[in-house]
């Protein structure tokens, strides 16, 4: 099996590899996400066995990109208008049986 060069499959399949990266995580994280599947598949490239559905393997790419670009955005903290003033609650001093137990705790914790 010969596989073509690299930059024939991206000029075959690029754009539509980026079609469905902008359905998928809209078009501003898009870019990100086809540079990240294509430096996935050419890293994958040249161990590739089997040439049958090239377009089908750089979308199989492309959707995990697409989960992981979902996944990390939910771990992104949210921007707030008004930051309190002060915490909501710190254990005060005058709570011994807290500060009891954390005493009793080893010293390394």
Not at 19 to 47: F, K, N
Not at 52 to 71: E, F, M, Y
């Amino acid at each position: 099996m010969r596989l073509p060069p690299f930059q024939t499959l991206i000029d075959l399949h690029g754009r539509e590899v980026h079609r469905y990266l902008a359905a998928c995580v809209g078009p501003i994280d898009a870019d990100d996400c086809w540079q990240e599947t294509m430096l996935a598949a050419l890293r994958s490239y040249p161990g590739l066995e089997d040439d049958s559905n090239l377009r089908g393997w750089l979308l199989q790419i492309a959707a995990r990109k697409a989960i992981d670009a979902h996944q990390t955005s939910r771990r992104q903290p949210l921007p707030i208008a008004n930051v309190p003033e002060q915490a909501a609650h710190s254990p005060a001093p005058s709570e011994p049986a807290l500060w009891r137990a954390v005493r009793r705790l080893p010293d390394k914790q």
